[in-house]
């Protein structure tokens, strides 16, 4: 026979522990009973002289049966023996009965776990349990188990406003296309110039969409760490600093860089990647006129580098959500730069990947460090 119920599974098993603790407890009683007091009577009877004998009267109509001391007291043992098992059966069914209701209370909150375990989806992750008893086993299971709630809870909150952000970064482009699509249906008789002019807004449209989605490819793909190699990082941030020139010189920005000869192991296209959207940042949020200075130095365990901007600056409020996907300080004036908000935290995961390090500092009107650890064993 099975039972599913747990409840009925450990009040059985504790009734049969018990009702066995009885019997051997009423064994032992008798053994000892029987051991230490009959015993010893008898034998003593035994050693007795027999009585002499007389003749043979028939005294029953006369004198009372006499019994000997051993079966009396025998008798007597007979009824303890009968109030003793009578005894141990009480306590035994109270004992199961004790057992049972304690059993019963206790996996009460386990249902109450299985009733709320059973009532969490996606859309209703925010419920939370509530037991009496917090600090049993049940109660710390139930504590764990809002925590993973909770943990879930924020994910889903973020994958949802990833993908909100997502679709809003990807429609701006896609409905300037379509605005200047209809601009063009609207002209009676559209010149070449026309056209060429909503070519390149189109085009433009275009690269920006193919840069979110590489860039949102990239964020999302956890297996972006292959190709490792030994990368010059000298070679690399100069040939950064030839990628941003025309940009710099466009804003009459100085762009520096000075360091050791420093090689690093890594994978070149993502640090490359990294570096660049800290060095372009430092030149789309620099006045004209600016300075930008990219540093870098070699410990004993670590390389370092900066990059120094005498730009716009960050407000301390904002430099904690700088590394989320799609946070910008301020939309509007942003948004015309052409960000999309990705550039931050393409950055950061790259370098976690590498297992490095991220650092800002910064001052309102004044300008920003981004410092980047890497472990010189960095893969
Ligand atoms: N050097 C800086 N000086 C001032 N503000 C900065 C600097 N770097 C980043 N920021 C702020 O941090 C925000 C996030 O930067 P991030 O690079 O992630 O996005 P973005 O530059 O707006 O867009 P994207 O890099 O995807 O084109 C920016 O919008 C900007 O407000
Ligand atoms: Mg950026």
């Not at 209701?101 to 206790?106: E, V």
């Not at 889903?156 to 970064?169: G, L, P």
């Not at 660049?276 to 390389?303: D, M, Q, R, V």
Request: proline share 4%.
């Amino acid at each position: 026979m099975k039972f599913k119920s747990l409840k009925i599974k450990l009040t059985i098993l504790i009734s049969l522990v018990l009702i066995g603790t009885v019997a051997l407890l009423t064994f032992i009683t008798f053994k000892n009973v029987d051991n230490r007091i009959l015993q010893p009577i008898q034998n003593f009877e035994l050693s007795q002289p027999a009585a002499p004998s007389t003749p043979t009267e028939d005294l029953s109509d006369v004198a009372p049966v006499v019994t000997s001391p051993a079966e009396e007291i025998q008798g007597l043992n007979k009824n303890f023996q009968l109030s003793y098992v009578y005894w141990m059966i009480g306590i035994a069914l109270l004992g199961i009965l004790i057992c049972y209701y304690l059993i019963q209370k206790n996996l009460k909150s386990l249902l109450t776990l299985k009733n709320s375990v059973q009532d969490v989806n996606e859309h209703r992750l925010s419920s939370r349990i509530d037991l009496p008893n917090k600090e049993d086993e049940v109660g710390q299971l139930a504590h764990e188990y809002n925590l993973m709630l909770e943990r879930l809870e924020q994910s889903f909150a973020y994958q949802k406003s990833f993908a909100e952000n997502a679709a809003h970064e990807l429609k701006t482009p896609l409905t300037t296309m379509k605005l200047n699509l209809q601009i063009l249906d609207l002209e009676e008789k559209p010149t070449l110039d026309d056209y060429k002019e909503h070519h390149d807004i189109s085009k433009n449209s275009i690269n920006q969409l193919i840069d979110i989605v590489d860039q949102l490819l990239l964020v999302s793909n956890n297996e972006l760490l292959q190709n490792i190699e030994e990368i010059s990082l000298d070679l690399l941030i100069m040939d950064l600093v030839t990628l941003n020139e025309t940009d710099a010189i466009e804003k009459n920005i100085e762009l520096t860089h000075q360091g050791t000869p420093v090689k690093i192991i890594g994978n070149k296209v993502l640090l490359t990647q990294a570096l660049n959207n800290i060095i372009n940042n430092g030149i789309k949020y620099t006045p004209a006129n600016g300075a930008i200075n990219i540093s870098y130095s070699k410990t004993k365990e670590n390389i370092m580098i900066k990059v120094t901007d005498n730009g716009i600056g960050i407000d301390q409020k904002d430099i904690p959500f700088l590394f989320e996907p799609f946070y910008r300080v301020d939309e509007s004036r942003t948004r015309s730069l052409g960000g999309s908000g990705l550039g931050l935290s393409l950055t950061k995961k790259i370098i976690d990947m590498h297992h490095g390090k991220i650092k800002v500092t910064s001052t309102l009107n004044e300008g920003s460090v981004f410092q980047i650890i890497l472990p010189l064993t960095s893969r």
